[in-house]
């Protein structure tokens, strides 16, 4: 026989009783949420001491953007030609710095050699029309031939070559010259 005392008895006796505790719990549960709505909207929630949203701090943010030195560069004006070591930095170190793809290593005497022993004229055309896995220019079309040379000078003589860096020819200035201009 069973005890009294260790006899479980739950507070809820009669169905009446079950759904008062239903509906209790429901409308618990539907005040709660309603009071955390109220409590999130209530306020504009932009952080403890924030002002990121101001004019300020968004001109602030925006501003390294804007004050970027940009360059303009005068369509219709001569071009500025490149060194070979500035060249060799933007273009060609993507490949010649790392050995990508068979290319030389730049000041790697060993895999230069044969290709310095093919000449500079040689060199020049492989440089300026491709060859292999490397495109006409190292990729950039609009590199000049006498920039594309002094890449090529700057590369070969960092690995043992004695080239001379190219002679650039002054520009025609005659109306032959100054016809294309005005056809744009």
């Known amino acids: 026989m069973s005890e009294p005392q260790n006899e479980h008895q739950s507070a809820i006796k009669t169905p009446k009783q079950l759904l008062v ?6 409308l618990v549960v539907v005040i709660g949420i309603i009071l955390l709505v109220q409590y999130a909207t209530t306020e504009k929630l932009t952080g403890a ?5 101001s004019g300020e701090a968004v001109t602030n943010r925006i501003r390294p953007v804007a004050d970027i030195d940009y360059t303009f560069k005068d369509a219709s004006g001569p071009k500025q030609l490149q060194a070979g070591d500035a060249v060799y930095t933007t273009v060609c170190a993507a490949c010649h710095g790392s050995g990508a793809a068979g290319s030389p290593k730049l000041a790697d005497a060993g895999a230069w050699g044969p290709r310095i022993a093919q000449g500079y004229p040689t060199l020049l055309q492989h440089a300026v029309e491709g060859i292999r896995a490397m495109p006409a220019k190292g990729g ?6 006498v920039e594309v040379a002094r890449a090529v000078v700057y590369m070969a003589n960092q690995s043992g070559a004695k080239f001379k860096e190219p ?10 010259g100054a016809e294309p201009a005005a056809a744009k």
């Open 140 to 145: 950039n079309p609009d590199l000049d031939e």
């Open 21 to 26: 505790a239903v509906a209790g719990f429901f």
């Open 167 to 176: 002679e650039v020819k002054p520009a025609a200035t005659d109306a032959a």
């Open 49 to 53: 001491g924030s002002d990121s949203q």
